[in-house]
């Protein structure tokens, strides 16, 4: 592997995991991952920008084959896919410093046992000089671990913006095409990024103070349209939700289904944009992405025992955890004898601090008037989303 040149001195040396199907054994990864480190070389100095997961370290290598010498290892986050084969790089090049912000330092120290001489220390603004290449250092906190911090090359223009801007999308293509590259950098805001929402509206304000030709992220392929990228993440991030509903359901005998396809039926006519996923087959990641632009969250679920369905516990517990900008939530289910269904399933999701809307929960199979309610709850939808733009 030879490494492939972005800029005038500056390389991806990108480790493609094509097969990988799960990430922190929860994400899936339904179009693989990389895992990128970048050589930059100066007239003076040579730094290495971030390593690779340790199981795949022997293509890191292959890649370095003929670097005879690396003076900086710039860590921009201690999580093991991009610090794991730091150990490794440093018994080969002894005389490389590890760079990174105080706290990456401590949980380097501590998730690698790093000895601490073996660090230079830097503080948000600092400079680094290769000879003719500056390396500037920006701390980006809760992007999406607290020590995250990016690096921008001030004379090729160039971020190295570590997880934020990523996608897990493993491709032979050294840049991103905006049509292959949405649904898995949306897919990779959602499940990682999304919690931080407020994180992530500052670090882009700090951004825009910089002009930025390429950005080159931990996973995926490199962004040389980063105005494109910077917009997406502004519509995700900070933007009003669409005028969209997510309709997250599971049914076991049909009365819940019948509930839902009547709700979905009504908001379509209305002109509301729905998605429609059946908890029964559950992708995180489907669920996550539909999260982000969906104004309205309605969980659909029969009552198991006294509760709603364990899936149905799993996507609210899901949705409360990734923070998204929701407006509103409600419930439409059914019950055999009695329960606490709807109690428990807002109960869930106090992370969200959206309005709940008044919820359908009906004893057997749906009636008339039964679905009257649903009815009501669509209209009401329908007018709580007045304002709000269209958008899938």
């Known amino acids: 592997m030879k490494p492939v040149k972005i800029t005038e001195g500056v390389y991806s040396l990108r480790v493609n995991h094509f097969n ?8 899936p990864l339904p179009e693989g991952t990389s895992y990128n480190a970048y050589l930059v070389k100066g007239a003076e100095k040579t730094a290495l920008l971030d390593s690779a997961d340790p199981e795949k370290a022997e293509v890191l290598f292959s ?9 900086y290892i710039v ?53 680094l000089s290769l000879g003719g290449k500056t390396l500037e250092f920006l701390y ?10 990016v690096t921008y090359l001030r004379e090729e223009k160039c971020l190295f913006s570590c997880d934020f801007f990523g996608s897990h999308l493993a ?13 898995p950098m949306k897919r990779y805001y959602a499940e990682i990024m999304m919690p931080f929402r ?3 509206k500052n670090h882009l304000e700090k951004l825009a103070k910089y002009d930025i030709s390429f950005i080159a992220p931990s996973h995926g392929p490199v962004h040389n349209d980063a105005k494109f990228i910077m917009d997406i993440y502004k519509d995700w991030a900070v933007s009003e939700p669409h005028n969209k509903v997510l309709v997250a ?48 969250v309605v969980i659909g679920t029969p009552t198991v025992l006294t509760g709603p369905h364990p899936k149905a516990v799993y996507a609210a517990h899901l949705a409360n955890l990734l923070r998204p900008k929701t407006k509103f939530v409600s419930v439409v289910g059914s019950f055999g ?32 008037a039964d679905l009257k309610q649903v009815d009501e709850l669509a209209a009401l939808i329908v007018e709580k989303h007045k304002g709000f733009r269209s958008g899938s």
């Not at 990988?20 to 994400?27: E, G, K, P, V």
């Not at 709807?342 to 999701?349: D, Q, S």
């Open 171 to 183: 491709t032979g293509e050294l840049f991103s095409e905006a049509h292959q590259v949405y649904v």
């Open 20 to 27: 990988r199907h799960q990430f922190d054994s929860l994400i």
């Open 63 to 71: 890649y370095l084959k003929e670097e005879k010498k690396i003076d």
């Open 337 to 368: 004898w009695g329960g606490r269904a709807v109690e428990t399933i807002a109960g869930l999701i106090p992370n969200l601090k959206a309005e709940v809307l008044k919820p359908v929960m009906v004893k057997g199979l749906p009636t008339e």
């Open 249 to 296: 359901y599971i049914s076991m005998h049909g009365s819940t289904y019948l509930l839902v396809n009547r709700l979905i039926s009504r908001l379509q006519e209305a002109g509301v944009c729905v998605e429609k996923i059946n908890l029964d087959q559950f992708d995180e990641g489907r669920v996550a992405m539909a999260l982000v632009d969906a104004a309205t």
């Open 140 to 149: 980006m906190p809760w992007v999406h671990w607290p020590e995250t911090m």
């Open 198 to 200: 407020s994180n992530i």
């Open 75 to 127: 860590s921009h986050h201690a999580e093991q896919d991009h610090s794991g084969s730091i150990p490794q790089v440093l018994a080969r090049y002894p005389q490389a410093k590890v760079v990174t912000n105080p706290k990456c330092k401590e949980f380097l120290m501590t998730h690698l046992h790093l000895p601490a001489d073996k660090f230079i220390e830097v503080k948000d603004g600092e400079t």
